[in-house]
């Protein structure tokens, strides 16, 4: 199995900036479509960005020209740089991997490895 760990969160100001980390086992993102999730206080998980094997990226429209998801395959490792915080981007963001070429497919339903989570607050 992949296993993906989390970290990097913490608390921000509005208009600040985090960078979350996701090691990954194996170096399996070469293999995989990779992605962050995040789910809000009282809110459903819904997908942030993905990376798939093909390297096509793509994001939520409401953290485009903000967040930049990448990889780096000798560090095993998935990023998420996040720019320009807004409080609307509180939650507990998750990183997860499903096995896939090409491009990714966003439903959930095909993720099947997740990390644990790591909290951002902005306020």
């Known amino acids: 199995d992949v296993q993906l760990v989390e970290s990097g969160g913490g608390s921000v100001q509005v208009g600040g900036s985090l960078r979350l980390s996701c090691r990954i086992s194996?170096?399996?993102?070469?293999?995989?479509?990779m992605a962050w999730f995040r789910q809000a206080p009282g809110k459903e998980r819904e997908g942030v960005a993905y990376?798939?094997?093909?390297?096509?990226?793509m994001y939520v429209d409401s953290v485009k020209g903000r967040f930049t998801i990448s990889k780096d395959n000798a560090e095993a490792s998935l990023y998420l740089q996040m720019n320009s915080l807004k409080s609307g981007d509180t939650g507990v963001y998750y990183c997860?991997?499903?096995?896939?070429?090409?491009?990714?497919?966003?439903?959930?339903?095909?993720?099947?490895?997740w990390g644990q989570g790591t909290q951002v607050t902005v306020s």
């Open positions: 997860a991997a499903y096995l896939a070429a090409g491009d990714c497919n966003s439903s959930q339903d095909n993720f099947a490895y």
């Open positions: 194996d170096n399996a993102g070469s293999r995989h479509c």
């Open positions: 990376l798939g094997s093909s390297g096509t990226k």
